[in-house]
């Protein structure tokens, strides 16, 4: 996918977030700044915290599209 594709599709992961009432303030604030890796990291996380609400392929198509090691977050705790 390209750049724009990647772009396009992670602000529609964070408003189907926001759409379930998820508090994406702060990973929204990195999508308009151009922080697009650190709101996948949210999106990553609020997506691990909350399953069924984004769509598990196109998740792991942003990750390998931006090459997020997802090591940290995948951690059992």
Known sequence: MDDK????????????LEDANLDMSMDRRFFYVGEYDLALEGVYVAH??????????????????????????DRKS
């Open 48 to 73: 691990k915290r909350h399953p069924g609400v984004l769509d598990d392929l196109e998740i792991q198509a942003l990750v390998d599209d931006f090459e997020m090691d997802t090591a940290e977050f």
């Open 5 to 16: 594709e990647a772009i396009d599709l992670l602000e529609k992961q964070l408003a189907a």
